[in-house]
């Protein structure tokens, strides 16, 4: 294949990358900071030697490797090499050896014009800690000690003790964020975690942008009496007030394209079998590539809730709990892979990311783009996950191909 592409290859490593897990037999358990993370990065080195870089793991625990460009500017090949527990051998890894895979194409031919960097990022997940985007964080220089010693995994064990037992020192980590004015590109191939991909046809997803989210809790208050005592006529039941706005929802978000809400937790108070309710707390989740498309569908659904408390006289509040503005892809990256991948007779399909990704953060600070190559049946984040590697080739064959071009721009 073109710039010596191996899908055999990649399919070796993803397959001996999948083999490093706390959970063998039960899919791939990577957690930041673990014995798991130390054999994986050492086993990265290795390819990475191997393809002709220079590798080093930086204080955030991310394993980077350089090829030395004629000049400082950089493109950046990332993804990440944590996963979930009980996860699948694509998410994150499949774009790690992509890089490794492009990498090695660019090592044989000679001194690259711009620096290349393959960096295989550590807890983007958030499996053990909640946060995730660790290494992307430290890039950016957002770390502090606060959130290092408040976020904590199961066991009681901190960010701060955890990074000290795997031998990185929290006291350098200021020394893994980058200079972005050298950031030429940052190219994440991942694989797509749905099935837009399959339904198209496509072969290759050209993100456009990764969804805005808000997330909130909502208490609606009512009043309280028994269920047979009460005539329907003067109630104020918050669970009725509560089930007209959620029954709502779905048609509100599907009245905006690529729009999703979500209610995924009710509690009721007092929760009994004979008792109007008092009190009903739910949340909502909405997501959308538009901001005003995500403002426009959280707006109508409180509207709702507005006018069911108005009709039966209860009341409502509500506090954001997350806020995350949609991150937009670049254009002029998004058009030339498209135009890579067209030139290749490759079938692309442009389509916004649901899920959150290192792109996201990086996004907003330096020319981001993201690759995707489809997932069997959509199916992500367990041991059933599997895409195809002759696709993850072609993935890493488009970037290269990019690559090149991004590297003729001045
Ligand atoms: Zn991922």
Redesign the pocket.
Known sequence: MEYGIDAVRIESMLTRLAKITATPGQGVTRLPFTPEMSRAAVLLEEWMTDAGLAVRQDASGAVIGTLRGERDRTVVIAS?YDSVQYGGAY??SAGVVCGIEIARAFAKRGKPLDTLAIVATND??GARFGSGFFSTKAFLGQHTDESLSAAKDACGISTLQAMRQFGLSPERLPEAAWDLEKVAAFLEI?IEQSTALEQAGAVLGIVTGIVGMRRRMITVYGRAGHAGTVPMLGRCDAMEIASAAISRVGDIARGFPQTVATVGHIAAESNEINTIAKQVTFSLDVRSPDLARLEATDRLILEELKQACDRFGGRYETTVTLEQPPAPMDEGLQALLTACAKERGIPVHALPSGAG?DSLLMASRVPTAMLFVPSRDGISHCPEEWSDCGHLAHAAGVACAAIEKIMKQS
């Open positions: 990440h998410d994150g983007e997940e991942h990704h």
